[in-house]
Structure formats: structure tokens, C-alpha cells
């Protein structure tokens, strides 16, 4: 038939056009969702500027790219804190967002600026700018006109370290916390100033960067492992549930959260963390009731920075549906605290976590800037007394009315109470009128390994 061939062309055309438009489409499409990808992993939200993570994936490019030698300057808003507690977070956040901007002025000729976290941010430039401190005092002057906003004037001065970064082979977090280190030392001098990392400040950082070190492996290693503190009846004394505490085991000593946290915070790993001990934490109980501990509720300590991460969640369901576990049986722990600027976001993150259906408390409660405020705020299951007012309270009578106070709060807010750190028969003696919930502490049990705590607590037949 004349024209069929002719047809079939058309057809096949049409298809291959189609399918190219589709190819087009999708790859576009691809190509958007990386870039909000990159976006989201590496754009400061409130600044506009690039994260830290971002300087730590390309940080050798980068150093090459500049094609000379370069210092790292790590910038501290003084007193930043202070600004928040005054003015409120909305009036911080603004601040933040004028710091961010005036520091990229100062290098706009061949610098580059990013966002640690809150007040911090890092430049690179190149060191040959800063012949005779020059570049530095343009940092500092940077900060010399007052900030106006919304009436306030408010000047800021920045503490600064810088570090020459010797060779383009520099490892990023080596380079991270000398610079850190000198602008500690800024502070320690009295603030508004510059200070350069000398290496009088060289023990400090090998002291430093070792315990950075052991975070960094035991992440990649995972070579953390969590112990278990038994939760007791106060009424019967017998073990409920327990605590999941962390700890690192390097080569060469057993790390506790004392050294471990505040690193962590400083260097941004303690979403990995919590990440880490959630995913482990669920595991663990899972195979505590697989061998019969009559266990009913796991409590697991995150850190306040989750508030902020949308992530958390997800991982929290994930771990849960992985092993079975409701989410009744897990209680997260917060500690208090002295940052007003995260309570609206921890409200909205309380919230979330309690309609999957998990319980929270607040750990160490009567420490922080705002016990009151988080009662009033929140729906809360438990708050965990500190342990400082409970450490010999047979002898303290100030912190018996204090208790006293606190078992009565948590009553009228219909909260169950728990108290940390009984140590000793008498602190027990002197509490075991008051009608509280829960106890821990060493004159209970303490922190004990899984297999000690099957050894104590399985049941045989399971
Ligand atoms: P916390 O949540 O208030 O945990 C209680 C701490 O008190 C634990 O110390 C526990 O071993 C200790 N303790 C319990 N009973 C007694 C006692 O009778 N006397 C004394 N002196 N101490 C007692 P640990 O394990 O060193 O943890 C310290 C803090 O580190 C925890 O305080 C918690 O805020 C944080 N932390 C622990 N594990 C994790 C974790 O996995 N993630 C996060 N984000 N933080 C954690
Ligand atoms: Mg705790
Ligand atoms: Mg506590």
C-alpha cells in the first residue's frame, strides 16, 4: 500500500520523540532533586552560607583551587548566648544572619565563608592577605558599626583563631580544631580578638585530637557499645526497665559520656550518635525480652540538637518496626537545656515524638535555665530528678524540701517521677515516704553490660 511506509516512519518518529521528551523530563527532573539534595546537605537555611559539611567533602579541591597558601579562621560571636537570652531567638537569629553577611563582605575578594553551627563560622583565605595581621583586623572592624534591628543596637565583637594550614595534605578536622583551639584562646584572652594557634596550644590539641580521633573511629568502627542501668519500682524495689548509657571502647581505654558528648557537640557528630545508639538501643531491648527479662520500657539519652533534625524521626520508626518493639517501650530522654532558642522547636519535636506514640522525660530536671517554662509547654511523661539533689540527702535538708517540692509537681501534672543517683541506704532511707515512681542509682544497680544483665535478670525457661 503507497504511504504505509510512511506512516510507520511517522510512527516511529513519534515514539522516539516522545521517548526523548521523557528522557529530558526525567534527567531534568533528576537533576533537581540533586540539586535540593546538595541544597539541603550543604546550604546553611538561616544564612544562606555553606555548611561545614560542605568544606569537609571538598576540602582538598578547595585548598588546591586557592593555588597558594591559606589560613583557616575560626569565628566566635562573643557572648552570643547573652544576645538570645535579652532579645529572644528571632532578634539572635537575625543577628546571626547580619554576622553571616558581613563576614562575607570581608571576603568577598578571594574568601570563602561557612557555618559550623549557631555562632561559629570559618573562613578560608589566603594567608598572604594577612601579612602584618591585615586581613585580621578587617575581620575584627567588620564588627565596629552597631547592628540595628528592630530599635536595638547592638555591637557585636567576634573572637578569632587562625591557622595556616601548612600543606594542601592537611586533614580537614586536624586543621578544624587547631583553629578552634586558637580562637578558645582569643576568648581566654579577654575576647574581641584575634589569636593564632602557636604550639604552646599543641598539647591541648594532640589531648584533643585523640579523643576526636576515638568519636571519629568508633563511629566508623562501631566501636561504641551500650551498658544498661535498671529503672526500679520505688515502691518494691525491683528492676522495670533501663537506661541505655554509651560508652567507647578504644584501643586503649573505656571511654564515658563525660569525654564523649561534649566532643561530639562540638564536631557535629552526635546526630551519628544518636542515630547509632537508637538503632542499638532497640536491638538491645528486643533481645532482652527475647530472653525473658521482664523488662517494659528501654530509656535512651539523645541529644537536644535532634529538635532540629527532621530525620530523627524516621530513623526512631525505622529501628522500631526493624525489631518488633512498640513504641510505648521506649522512653526518650532530654537534658535540659539553657538554649531558649530551641523551646518552640523542642514543642513541636515533644509533640511529634509522643504521637508516634513514644514516652519522653526530661533528664536532670531543676538544672536548666527553664524547668518551669518546658513543664508549662509540654506534655511530658516522666522527669528524672537530678542526681545532685538526691547525692546525700539524708544530710541535706534543703534539698529534702527541694524533692518534696518536685515529687508534688510532677503529682499535680500527673507525671510519673524518677530519681537518679541514690547512692547510699541512708538517701534511700531518708526519700522512702515520698510517693515516687521510679528510682536508679548504684545503691540499686549499677550500669551493667547485656550480658551481665541476662545473667541477672533472664527469665531460664525463655
Ligand atoms: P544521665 O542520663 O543523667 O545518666 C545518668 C548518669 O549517672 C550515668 O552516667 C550513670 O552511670 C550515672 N549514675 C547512675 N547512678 C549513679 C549513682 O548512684 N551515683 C553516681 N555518681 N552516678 C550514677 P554516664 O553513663 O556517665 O552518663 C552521663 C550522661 O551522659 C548521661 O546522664 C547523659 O546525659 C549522657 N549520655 C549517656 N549516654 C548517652 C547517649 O547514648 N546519648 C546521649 N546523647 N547522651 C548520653
Ligand atoms: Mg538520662
Ligand atoms: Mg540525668
Redesign the pocket.
Known sequence: MPGMPDLYLLILAAILAVALLLHIGVSLYRQRLIRRYRRLLYEDDLTGLRKTTYLERYFHDILVSFDRDVSLYYVNIDNFKNYNDLFGHRIANELLKRAAARLHAVCKQHGHVYRVHSDRFLILNPTEEDQEEAFSRRLQHAFRDPVSINGHEIRLTVSVGRYDVADDQSRFYDVLLRSELASHEAKRRGKDRVARYSSELKHVSQDSFEMFQAIREAIEKQRFH?EF?PTVSWADGKMRGF????RIHDKHRLH???DI?GYAERYNM?EE??RY?VERACKALAHMKSKGVPVDFLS????SKEIHNPEFLSTIEAALKANGLEAGELII?F?ETNDPEGLEAEATFISNLRALGLKVAI??FGTGYSSMVRLSRNVIDHI?VD?TFIRDIANNKTNQRLVTSMVKLAESFELSLVI????KRADYEALSDLPIDYA????FYK?LTMQKVIETFADETS
Open positions: 551500650l542501668q537506661e541505655a548509657l554509651i564515658f559520656p563525660q558528648i552526635m550518635i544518636d545508639v535512651i539519652n539523645i541529644s530522654e537534658t533528664d536532670d528524672k542526681q537518679e543517683g541514690v547512692e536508679q542509682g548504684y545503691y550500669p
